[in-house]
């Protein structure tokens, strides 16, 4: 068993994962990861399992959200108003508007197709009393 790999022509040494297949018994023949604890190369664990407590995952979740764009509010936010295109569509044909071929694709989560004129009827209703009870709330205000 090798504990150290030679590479480059000799120009490079480095520690060996220290990885055993279960099948034939050998060692793995990959350089093992630098940061790891127990010198494994990034296929048998040696890159680690990531942070545990709260403030290591908000570290995490801080440094990997690039513009402050893929947030998980704005992912749910333009989820809600696919869900309503869909829906918009589903409307459209119900009602006789268009006979043109619905969007391919899965719908986005939280979308309630709409087969009956009374399923237009409610998502109309429900959406004009969503928008103005926020209205109705700033007034008491």
Do not use: W
Not at 61 to 66: I, N
């Amino acid at each position: 068993m090798k504990n150290n790999l030679v590479t480059a022509g000799g120009k490079i040494q480095c520690p060996r994962c220290t990885a055993h297949s279960s099948r034939t018994g050998k060692q793995c023949g990959r350089p093992a990861l630098k940061v790891s604890k127990t010198q494994k190369c990034q296929y048998h664990g040696g890159s680690g399992s990531g942070p545990k407590t709260a403030e290591g995952k908000a570290r995490i979740a801080a440094v990997h959200r690039v513009h402050g764009q893929e947030t998980k509010a704005a992912r749910a936010e333009r989820s809600a108003a696919s869900a309503k295109l869909s829906q918009l569509e589903d409307a459209m044909h119900v009602l006789g508007m268009t006979s043109a071929v619905r969007s391919r694709g899965r719908k986005a989560l939280g979308y309630v197709p709409l087969k009956t004129v009374a399923d237009v009827k409610r998502m109309v209703i429900d959406d004009f009393l969503h928008r103005n009870r926020g209205s109705v709330e700033r007034q008491e205000n």
